[in-house]
């Protein structure tokens, strides 16, 4: 008995601690369950409406919502009115924090939202006042036009009636935690305008180019110069536009033999076409330190992280084919704008419908639509679809103004700095006041980035213009020259800064029926700068250059201008009569792909900044190689589409025939290349290497260097190295720094040094190497997707995911050289037009629908964009209710 006693009190014991343990672990259940629901609930209170009736304030009339089952919807109105109320409602239901973020970028008020970090940028995007230029364009718009976005406001507004909060995103819940007392405002018309500005930002071009070559000047002879930023290459690569013949804006639609036309010169004034009015109707608390925005490297990287990191790999591709050329007989268009990488993506798919299409109601349109934006910006109706790619002409300027207090120089006078000044909210802060301060050219720009400060400090014009107020002027236009002594700023003339009419422009885009009301609507297709691509359900095909292009006075805006002349001002605009244009021509088929636009027998400068043409040439080969083995298909268009044939790869693979390599890895990985066909798909162990080889062979180039020299645009160092290639003694070989002298010795140094990463990153079995892991994307969501918290980013983030393709190639993933494989820019979406049949059409884009972070349509394109397929695209109502899987009623409140 003695031996049994004394365990009751122990056995009382470890029942008590196995109780304990018990109720902990179960309370912790109860706990952690109750968190996952409550977590569950928050993130899915913000999920749309998807069928059923809801009755909305403001509706004239019954509107129905049929939504795919990847969540596109199909909106048909009675009347316009109800269209875009209907459009703006939707999009708040699915991205209305994109909308409300975007905003804020662009109104420059973005510490409002994460506070102190992001001062700066606010600091820049006040100073360009995009919003308060969108203003002045509503308040300039045709009475029909204006009411089309303020009925999109109104729909939006009557999403946000009853959707406060987390009720309109998860983000607010989030942002919540550290900014509690933001409160979201009402949309407004120039909420909507303000985000063509930023897109035209994005689509800029050559401000940084500009920027650089200035500062570089004064470290590197011109022969170095001229080198390291050739010329296009006019003799191998191809034109939009090769043949120049007159064509007023009234002419198209006249028979699909038509040569080939570009506009002459002429008298008439901007956009004078065939005399119609172009603007006449077109159809809290402080944050806690722990919840913070990642800072960027410097003001413009900020704006382009808030802007979806444009980086490496900006562009497009697009083109027509004619019926001549393809199975059906008609047409044939295909289009991927290629943008930075967001989640979600820019694009939302869309179909606006009147039920009835009249005067009154003209529309019947789908496409890619931007959150936040009235219309369908690229897509098809009817009669005809259009497509775009960035021009890449030169519409922005850096002045160099040598200032005197609140005054500058020009011509000889000192003239007033007109001013005025910004207050900037910040979260958890005081608020600042900003004094913007601008010259006839624009405003000053200098002191807000770090580039623009460095040429104000040290200033750098071309060489043709005076050295200082009352100078001489010098005579070579393409070189630059230093300022004299004094104290300067640097002004930026843009032309987004001037109100226009680009917003405007997508209306009579989207109901027009013909050649002539496609032009009559790229006649008012301002700013961002576009090629344009047509095509008809008649058979015609046809490109128009748009925009508002200047006409410079004595310089060219390959460096900064002097500000102190007037003569260096823009004198006006290319005139639209006189603007290229091709329509039904000889060869069939018409490849943009921001080459050059015009060979330089062209009157008027419009850039030297094309992209060197890789993409136009691979393109257009394809094209004429499928065409001499059968008609081309919709199905060609889309093994286009994700060609990803790489040319650097390909001069790479013959350019080590007589190199010296040591070592049997770094030999058997270079002749992996000889029997490569070039193709950097995801799975290539020749891909990663080629271009691991390319990046180690860059940098001893160019980076690695006592003066190093720029590395951004791979398409210009493709062309800058494949000269290189056949001149083994060309001084750039050399490199003491690395102890390198001529071209195999840098070869075999790059390739050891290639091989070496790529076995330190994945592994020595070369079987196993594969691009698509190097180069994977991670699709980040741009605010809280940042936070540089693990728990919120888990939530906003998704990826990686393995991709093929790369800087300069069709499948036109790119990367940043120098820096990382990952990919940072997209073909942001693809798609096909079949003419012959609108139904036959397919489309995809990088994400999906919804900006809902685990809505089923928050990333369920991805898997089939990263693989080049594409879905099928229903336009007509027979084909829209088949696809159907939810419909919405949407009514008039009583």
């Not at 975007?102 to 510490?111: I, N, Q, Y």
């Not at 191809?238 to 010169?265: F, H, L």
């Not at 979806?308 to 497009?316: A, K, V």
């Not at 043409?613 to 919709?634: D, S, V």
Request: proline letters at 6%.
């Amino acid at each position: 008995m003695s031996s049994v006693a004394p365990g009751k009190p122990r056995r009382r014991v470890g029942r008590i601690i196995g109780r304990t343990a018990y109720g902990l672990v179960a309370g912790i259940l109860v706990l952690a369950t109750a968190a996952a629901l409550v977590l569950v609930w928050t993130v899915q209170r913000s999920f749309p409406q998807t069928s059923g009736e809801l009755a909305l304030k403001g509706l004239q009339a019954q509107v129905t919502v049929q939504r795919d089952d990847r969540g596109i919807p199909t909106v048909s109105a009675d009347n316009t009115h109800d269209l875009f109320f209907a459009q703006g409602f939707v999009h708040a239901q699915d991205r209305f924090w994109e909308m409300d973020f975007r905003r804020h970028v662009t109104s420059g008020r973005v510490a409002e939202l994460f506070g102190a970090s992001q001062v700066g940028t606010d600091e820049f995007l006040r100073t360009l006042d995009w919003h308060g230029i969108a203003e002045k364009e509503v308040a300039a718009m045709d009475a029909t036009t204006r009411g089309y976005y303020q009925a999109y406001a109104d729909g939006v507004n009557a999403y946000l009636a009853d959707h406060r909060g987390a009720e309109a995103s998860l983000e607010y819940a989030v942002l919540g935690m550290s900014n509690s007392d933001y409160e979201i405002e009402p949309w407004t018309p120039a909420d909507s305008v303000a985000w063509l500005k930023a897109m035209a930002w994005d689509l800029r071009d050559n401000i940084e180019g500009e920027t650089t070559r200035a500062l570089l000047a004064p470290a590197v002879d011109t022969a170095t110069m001229n080198e390291i930023y050739p010329a296009y290459p006019f003799a191998t690569n191809p034109v939009i536009v090769p043949t120049i013949t007159p064509m007023t804006q009234s002419e198209g639609g006249k028979g699909a033999d038509a040569a080939a036309r570009t506009s002459s010169p002429g008298s008439a004034d901007y956009r004078s076409g065939s005399g119609a009015d172009p603007t006449a109707p077109s159809g809290g608390g402080p944050a806690p330190a722990a919840v913070r925005w990642t800072t960027a490297p410097s003001t413009l990287a900020a704006v382009q992280t808030l802007l979806g990191n444009p980086g490496e790999g900006i562009g497009s591709n697009s083109w027509v084919v004619s019926g001549s050329l393809t199975a059906s007989g008609k047409p044939l268009l295909a289009n991927d704008p290629h943008l930075g990488a967001a989640l979600p993506s820019v694009w939302y798919q869309m179909q606006l419908r009147c039920r009835t299409v009249t005067k009154a109601c003209p529309f019947d349109v789908a496409g890619f639509s931007f959150s936040g934006l009235p219309s369908i910006v690229i897509g098809h109706n009817a009669d005809i679809a259009w497509g775009f790619t960035n021009l890449t002409t030169d519409v922005t300027d850096l002045y160099v103004e040598k200032v005197d207090g609140d005054k500058y120089w020009r011509d000889g006078k000192l003239e007033p700095l007109t001013t005025r000044t910004e207050t900037i909210k910040v979260a958890g802060s005081r608020d600042i006041r900003l004094t913007v301060r601008s010259t006839a050219h624009g405003p000053i720009v200098s002191g807000l980035t770090d580039g623009f400060t460095a040429l104000a400090k040290t200033p750098i014009v071309g060489s043709a213009a005076p050295a200082s107020p009352g100078g001489e002027t010098g005579v070579a236009p393409d070189a630059a020259t230093a300022a004299l002594p004094g104290q300067y700023a640097v002004s930026l003339r843009w032309t987004a800064l001037d109100p226009g009419t680009t917003s405007t422009a997508i209306f009579a885009m989207n109901t027009a029926n013909d050649f002539a009301g496609f032009r009559h609507a790229a006649s008012l297709f301002d700013v961002p700068a576009q090629n344009l691509i047509y095509a008809d359900t008649k058979g015609n095909i046809g490109y128009q250059t748009p925009g508002r292009l200047p006409i410079r006075g004595a310089g060219n805006g390959y460096f900064p201008q002097p500000g102190w002349s007037s003569a260096y001002d823009w004198t006006g605009y290319i005139p639209f009569d006189q603007l290229p244009v091709s329509y039904n021509p000889d060869d069939g088929y018409i490849v943009t792909a921001n080459n050059a636009i015009v060979p330089d027998s062209y009157p008027y400068f419009l850039s030297k900044d094309w992209d060197y043409g890789y993409r136009a040439a691979r393109i257009t080969e394809l094209i004429q190689r499928t065409a001499k083995q059968h008609p081309l298909t919709a199905q060609d268009m889309r093994d286009i589409q994700f060609d990803q044939q790489s040319w650097i790869g390909k001069q790479l693979s013959g350019a080590f025939t007589k190199v010296p390599l040591h070592g049997a890895g770094v030999k058997r990985a270079v002749a992996m290349l000889t029997s490569w066909d070039a193709q950097a798909t995801a799975d290539s162990p020749a891909a990663a290497y080629a271009n691991v080889l390319w990046q180690n062979l860059a940098r001893n180039i160019f980076q690695n260097r006592e003066t190093p020299l720029p590395m951004d645009g791979q398409g210009r160092l493709f062309t800058v190295v494949g000269a290189m290639l056949d001149k083994p003694d060309d001084p750039l070989w050399t490199n003491p720094r690395i102890g390198v002298s001529g071209r195999d010795e840098m070869l075999a140094l790059s390739a050891e040094q290639a091989y070496d990463e790529l076995v330190k990153a994945q592994g020595s079995d070369q079987s196993r190497w594969n691009w698509g892991d190097l180069h994977a994307i991670t699709l980040t969501q741009q605010t809280l997707g940042k936070s540089g918290i693990a728990p919120i980013e888990w939530l906003f983030n998704r990826g990686p995911y393995p991709v093929g393709g790369g800087s300069s190639l069709v499948d036109a993933t790119g990367w940043q050289l120098g820096d990382s494989y990952a990919t940072t820019t997209v073909p942001s979406m693809r798609m096909v037009v079949d003419l012959s049949n609108l139904d036959h059409s397919s489309w995809i884009h990088l994400t999906g629908a919804s900006g809902h972070a685990f809505s089923p349509h928050y990333t369920d394109q991805t898997d089939d964009w990263r693989q080049g397929l594409q879905k099928p695209w229903p336009f007509t109502k027979e084909a829209v209710d088949a696809a159907t899987v939810d419909t919405l009623t949407l009514t008039p409140a009583a």
